[in-house]
C-alpha cells in the first residue's frame, strides 16, 4: 500500500510544467539503486470537461488523487499521478478541460495551463465521451495532432458501460479512426475500470529509460495542504450541485500538526456572493457541517491521520473575472 502521508509537504505554489521538466531533468538517481535499468517520463490525459480524465486517472492510479463531479471543470489545477512499479515510474498529467469557451478569466487561463502540459510527454490519453463527439473534441484533437514528433496518441472512448447496444460502437469507432492515425482506440469505463489495465500497460511501454523522478511511495506530486484544499472543493461541488458554477475556490489557512499528533486544518471557502455564502452555510449550518463532516473522513483516509477541521466561508467578491486574483491564488501559470 502506497504510504500516503509521504505526500510533500509544502504550500499551494503551482510549479510550471516547465519547472517541474527542469527538476526532472535534475534529479538525483536515488531510487534507482535497486535496478540497473528505471524507465520514467510523463503521461498527459487530456480532453474536453467532464469526459472522465479525474475518473481514469484515480482508476490508474488504484486511489483518489484527484477531485472528481458531475460538473464540467472540476480540474481546476495539474495534478500529477504517480504510479510506480518495479523499474518503471509513469507520471500522469491529469489536465484541466481543454474547451472553446474562453469568456472568462479563469476559462483562458485554464486553456493555457491544458495545452502547456503537452509537451515533452511520451503518451498521449486523448479521453471522449463515448458516442458523442463535439467540437470541442476536434479542437483538442487540433491541439493534439500538430505537434509531430513519435509520441504515442491513444483515443480512450470513456463511458462506454452507458451503452447498452455494444454494437453501436462499431460504426462510432470507424468513424473515429478516420479523424487521426491514432496509436490505439479503445473502448473504456473509468469508473467500472474496463479496458484501464490495457491503458496502464501502454503507458508503461511508452517510457524512455530514465531515473526515477519521485520516491517510489509517492502518489501525487502535490503537498497535502493542496489535497485538503481539493478535498473540500469536492464536497462543495457535490453538495451544492449546479449552484456554484465556478464561483468558490478554497484556501488552507492552516495546517499543522497538534502536540496531540492529530493535523489541525482551517479552510476558508471563497465565494462571489452573500446568496452563496448563505447556501454553503444552510439551513442552520447544516450543509456547510456536512461538507466539513465528508472532507474530512476524505482526508484521514487519505493522510492516514486524524483531522480536526474547521471551515469557514467568506464573499470575496469578482474573483472570477480578475486575472490578477486568480493569479494570486495559483491559477497563473502560462
Ligand atoms: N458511467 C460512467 N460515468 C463516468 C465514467 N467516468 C467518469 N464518469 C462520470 O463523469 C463525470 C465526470 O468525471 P470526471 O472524472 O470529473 O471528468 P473530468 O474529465 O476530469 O472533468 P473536468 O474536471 O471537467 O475536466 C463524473 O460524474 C463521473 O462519475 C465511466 O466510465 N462511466
Same mark, same amino acid.
Given at each position: 500500500?502506497?504510504?500516503?502521508?509521504?505526500?510533500?509537504?509544502?504550500?499551494?505554489?503551482?510549479?510550471?510544467?516547465?519547472?517541474?521538466?527542469?527538476?526532472?531533468?535534475?534529479?538525483?538517481?536515488?531510487?534507482?539503486?535497486?535496478?540497473?535499468?528505471?524507465?520514467?517520463?510523463?503521461?498527459?490525459?487530456?480532453?474536453?470537461?467532464?469526459?472522465?480524465?479525474?475518473?481514469?486517472?484515480?482508476?490508474? !492510479?488504484?486511489?483518489?488523487?484527484?477531485?472528481?463531479?458531475?460538473? $464540467?471543470? /472540476? /480540474?481546476?489545477?495539474?495534478?500529477?499521478?504517480?504510479?510506480?512499479?518495479? $523499474?518503471?515510474?509513469?507520471?500522469?498529467?491529469?489536465?484541466?478541460?481543454?474547451?472553446?469557451?474562453?469568456?472568462?478569466?479563469?476559462?483562458?487561463?485554464?486553456?493555457?495551463?491544458?495545452?502547456?502540459?503537452?509537451?515533452?510527454?511520451?503518451?498521449?490519453?486523448?479521453?471522449?465521451?463515448?458516442?458523442? @463527439?463535439?467540437?470541442?473534441?476536434?479542437?483538442?484533437?487540433?491541439?493534439?495532432?500538430?505537434?509531430?514528433?513519435?509520441?504515442?496518441?491513444?483515443?480512450?472512448?470513456?463511458?462506454?458501460?452507458?451503452?447498452?447496444?455494444?454494437?453501436? !460502437?462499431?460504426?462510432? &469507432?470507424?468513424?473515429?479512426?478516420?479523424?487521426?492515425?491514432?496509436?490505439?482506440?479503445?473502448?473504456?469505463?473509468?469508473?467500472?475500470?474496463?479496458?484501464?489495465?490495457?491503458?496502464?500497460?501502454?503507458?508503461?511501454?511508452?517510457?524512455?529509460?530514465?531515473?526515477?523522478?519521485?520516491?517510489?511511495?509517492?502518489?501525487?506530486?502535490?503537498?497535502?495542504?493542496?489535497?485538503?484544499?481539493?478535498?473540500?472543493?469536492?464536497? &462543495?461541488?457535490?453538495?451544492?450541485?449546479?449552484?456554484?458554477?465556478?464561483?468558490?475556490?478554497?484556501?488552507?489557512?492552516?495546517?499543522?500538526?497538534?502536540?496531540?499528533?492529530?493535523?489541525?486544518?482551517?479552510? !476558508?471557502?471563497?465565494?462571489?456572493?452573500?446568496?452563496?455564502?448563505?447556501?454553503?452555510?444552510?439551513?442552520?449550518?447544516?450543509?456547510?457541517?456536512?461538507?466539513? /463532516?465528508?472532507?474530512? &473522513?476524505?482526508?484521514?483516509?487519505?493522510?492516514?491521520?486524524?483531522?480536526?477541521?474547521?471551515? @469557514?466561508?467568506?464573499?470575496?467578491?469578482? @474573483?472570477?473575472?480578475?486575472?490578477?486574483? !486568480?493569479?494570486?491564488?495559483?491559477?497563473?501559470?502560462?
Amino acid at each position: 500500500m502506497t504510504k500516503k502521508t509521504d505526500l510533500p509537504a509544502g504550500d499551494n505554489q503551482e510549479p510550471s510544467l516547465d519547472e517541474l521538466l527542469a527538476r526532472m531533468n535534475q534529479a538525483a538517481p536515488t531510487a534507482t539503486a535497486k535496478y540497473d535499468v528505471t524507465y520514467c517520463g510523463m503521461v498527459a490525459i487530456v480532453g474536453r470537461p467532464n469526459v472522465g480524465k479525474s475518473t481514469l486517472l484515480n482508476k490508474l !492510479l488504484g486511489q483518489k488523487v484527484s477531485i472528481t463531479s458531475k460538473k $464540467p471543470q /472540476t /480540474t481546476r489545477h495539474r495534478i500529477m499521478g504517480i504510479h510506480t512499479d518495479g $523499474p518503471s515510474q509513469i507520471i500522469f498529467i491529469d489536465t484541466p478541460g481543454l474547451h472553446i469557451e474562453e469568456k472568462r478569466a479563469i476559462n483562458r487561463l485554464m486553456n493555457r495551463a491544458a495545452a502547456s502540459s503537452l509537451a515533452d510527454v511520451a503518451m498521449v490519453i486523448f479521453v471522449v465521451d463515448g458516442m458523442t @463527439w463535439t467540437a470541442d473534441d476536434e479542437m483538442v484533437l487540433q491541439k493534439i495532432q500538430h505537434r509531430n514528433d513519435d509520441r504515442k496518441i491513444i483515443l480512450a472512448i470513456n463511458k462506454v458501460d452507458n451503452i447498452k447496444d455494444k454494437e453501436s !460502437l462499431f460504426p462510432y &469507432l470507424t468513424e473515429l479512426a478516420k479523424k487521426f492515425d491514432f496509436d490505439e482506440i479503445l473502448p473504456i469505463s473509468a469508473s467500472k475500470g474496463t479496458n484501464v489495465q490495457r491503458i496502464l500497460d501502454m503507458a508503461r511501454e511508452s517510457l524512455p529509460e530514465a531515473p526515477f523522478y519521485f520516491p517510489e511511495d509517492y502518489v501525487t506530486d502535490r503537498s497535502q495542504r493542496f489535497m485538503a484544499s481539493e478535498i473540500v472543493r469536492e464536497k &462543495l461541488m457535490r453538495f451544492l450541485g449546479d449552484e456554484l458554477p465556478y464561483d468558490a475556490t478554497v484556501e488552507i489557512e492552516q495546517f499543522k500538526m497538534m502536540e496531540n499528533g492529530v493535523y489541525q486544518i482551517n479552510a !476558508l471557502i471563497l465565494v462571489e456572493r452573500e446568496g452563496q455564502k448563505r447556501m454553503v452555510i444552510g439551513n442552520k449550518g447544516e450543509r456547510i457541517r456536512t461538507i466539513a /463532516t465528508q472532507s474530512r &473522513l476524505d482526508m484521514e483516509t487519505l493522510f492516514e491521520n486524524k483531522v480536526f477541521l474547521e471551515v @469557514w466561508v467568506k464573499v470575496k467578491s469578482g @474573483w472570477a473575472d480578475d486575472e490578477r486574483a !486568480l493569479r494570486s491564488l495559483g491559477y497563473g501559470e502560462s
